[in-house]
């Protein structure tokens, strides 16, 4: 009988829970049935983490794998990961994989490849983990310089897709959102992208101004601000009617999250640095973020829908952790298990439904595309159709975006 109770306050639980996360964390409320898809097609979300325990390599290593896989099995050796995908977000290092993967280079194709992107990262990760010695406000470190190096002049409107990459404003005390649909409406949040990335990196307070010298904050990193930037992406698009006409619930979106590891918490050590515990609480608050999103798909009978890939322990490579069995976080109950793993998970479930929407949109004809990608219009056109997103309303109050 109390086993029978427990069930039952266990399900209470799950469906409370649920209808406060569809309702306050994505902006609907709902009863937990499933309904038929209101929309052509999924939109396609990436996420990927702040640094965690590989420095970014976990989803680097991942993204190279997806690639691949994707194309082998369109048979297009020129494919990349941009193609596949309608949003990004990236918080720190996550952050900088984004611009590298989405950012348009001169002959109008991502910078990097995905696998350009995973030797990047091998070769610089450390370093954009580490404290660098110098003032409280650095003008151009040697991290600085590399991220110039690489992005040259490019802004956030030389961007591919929807892009949406976090800070933490030390102005306003406030999540700060740099958007390329923000940068398309008006120049004041546009920013360039060696300085988007280096404010999503900062560890420490790092200036940062728009494109035209109207919007100027002092920010450090995005892994501060939301070190899975999932749950942002998703309220984005959700809210966000211009570029996603047809997207009314999760239902209507395909997700797919990287992680970066999590430290083995069974290691003895009762003592540690900053550093390790800034990464614990990053690594509890990315666990958050999975379990609501995870909770609101599964409610709505769109598990699948959602594809989390996250390490344990400490793996310079990723490959061993692209080895370990996928982990569940339970409401109230810990972690546990899944049957397949990381690697499994990203080869079987979501290459096979990022294919399988690209090919819906590129062979089925007189179709809606479930995306309206926006382009740079005069600002009295765009000023007369306000658009609300999840990045202007997070936003610091002391810019005009």
Do not use: W
Not at 91 to 105: E, K, M
Not at 180 to 195: H, I, Q
């Amino acid at each position: 009988m109390a086993a029978v109770s427990t069930m039952e306050s266990d399900h209470l639980t799950n469906h409370i829970f649920s209808i406060l996360e569809n309702k306050f964390l994505f902006g609907r409320c709902s009863d937990g049935t499933p309904t038929a898809a209101s929309s052509p097609g999924k939109v396609r979300i990436l996420s990927i983490d702040a640094g965690g325990s590989t420095d970014g390599v976990l989803a680097a290593r991942s993204l190279a794998c997806l690639e691949a896989a994707l194309r082998a099995e369109s048979g297009n050796p020129g494919a990349r990961i941009a193609d596949f995908f309608d949003v990004v977000a990236g918080s720190g290092v996550g952050g900088v994989l984004a611009g590298l993967l989405f950012t348009r280079g001169k002959d109008g194709s991502p910078l990097f490849t995905a696998g350009e992107a995973l030797c990047f990262v091998l070769e610089n990760g450390g370093r954009f983990s580490r404290p660098e010695k110098s003032g409280v406000f650095r003008r151009r470190s040697r991290t600085s310089k590399l991220l110039k190096k690489v992005f040259g002049e490019a802004t956030l409107k030389d961007t591919l897709k929807s892009v949406l990459i976090p800070c933490f404003d030390l102005t306003t005390g406030a999540p700060f959102v740099f958007s390329r649909a923000d940068a398309l409406e008006m120049d004041a949040c546009d920013f360039p992208m060696a300085d988007v990335c280096g404010a999503t990196l900062a560890n420490r307070p790092f200036e940062i101004k728009s494109v035209d010298g109207r919007t100027m904050t002092s920010a450090v990193g995005g892994g501060v601000a939301m070190s899975n930037p999932a749950a942002a992406a998703i309220t984005h698009v959700l809210n966000n009617k211009q570029e996603f006409p047809f997207s009314a619930g999760v239902e209507d979106l395909l997700v797919v999250s990287l992680g970066n590891g999590e430290p083995d918490s069974g290691d003895g050590d009762l003592t540690p640095s900053s550093a390790s515990l800034v990464k614990i609480v990053g690594c509890g608050a990315a666990d958050m973020v999975d379990q609501a999103v995870s909770m609101a798909f599964s409610s709505r009978g769109s598990r699948s829908s959602y594809v989390r890939i996250q390490g344990r322990g400490e793996d310079d490579g990723g490959e061993e952790m692209l080895k370990q069995r996928i982990v569940e976080t339970v409401l109230f109950r810990g972690k546990k298990l899944a049957p397949a793993s990381n690697l499994q998970t990203l080869l079987h479930s979501a290459a096979p439904q990022l294919l399988k929407e690209h090919l819906r949109r590129t062979t089925c004809r007189g179709i809606l595309p479930p995306v309206v990608l926006l382009k740079q219009q005069p600002q009295a056109a765009s000023a007369s159709s306000p658009r609300t997103s999840s990045s202007s309303t997070i936003l610091s109050s002391n810019s005009s975006c």
